[in-house]
């Protein structure tokens, strides 16, 4: 009885290694192609559980999602000639199980290596063929976008993978050459400071001029309107005072002769020397002249 307990104790162990050894899950993140004696059988297994011939058939899997390379800084000539270190990173994914088993042995590190080096002959061609300032800033999507194009259609033919995207984290010129180039940079950027400033000085003499031409225009309108104003005043207070002494001529006259007398003795010490029989004193010597 412990025998037959035993054997089948064993049995059930055989079992079960046969069932883990000819069983295999492929997830979803996962791309896996089955061999059968080294050679590709089934070239894209779908994900899930799936059953393969014990020592006959292996799996291999890969990574189904977008994977970063970051590749190491380059040094590029530009169309002036003119050498930059530029540092980028890659986005790339298997598309083609088969192909890139086949191609690449299914090593990643060996995917990178030769997805790295023609990411480098694209950045180089692409770069060959702008200036300093297209890959700097006035071309530089576009370049990003041809080279990641190009680079999409080589690495799926030839890898079997997907290259989703190319980034330029950042463009160096070298250091030898990096403090001339900010020399030039700062001049430039002086000279166009000192044009502004002498363009702005300009502008400025052209509002000051019309200012005071304006200020002076004014100035005249108003001084002309002021005189206009006083003469018109004038010509009313003459015509009242003409008015005021026809009524009665012998009040205003009484009435002048007392604003002489208060403008005459107005200080202390004033002396006026005078004839007696003068008009001037004519309301003061005969205060019954009527």
Known sequence: MQSKSIVGLVILAIVVLFAQSSLYIVKETERAVLLKFGEVSQADVAP??????PVMNKVRKFDARILTLDARPQAYLT???????????VKWRVS?????????????LKAAQLLSDRVDTGLRNQFGERTVTEVVSGEREELMRELT???SKIAIQELGVEVVDVRVKR???PQEVSESVYGRMRSERELEARELRSRGKELAEGIRADADRQRTVIEAEAYR?????????DAVAANNYAKAYSANPEFYSFYRSLQAYRESFSQSGDVLVLKPDSDFFKYMGQPGVR
Request: aromatic share 8%; hydrophobic share 35%; charged share 35%.
């Open 149 to 151: 194009n190009n680079l």
């Open 79 to 89: 169309l002036e000639k003119k050498r930059l270190i530029v540092d980028s990173f």
């Open 225 to 233: 309107e002021s005189e206009e104003l006083r003469g018109e005043g």
């Open 48 to 53: 899930g559980l799936h059953f393969k011939i």
């Open 171 to 173: 463009i160096d010129l």
């Open 96 to 108: 083609d199980v088969q192909k890139f088993y086949t191609a690449t042995s299914g090593d990643t």
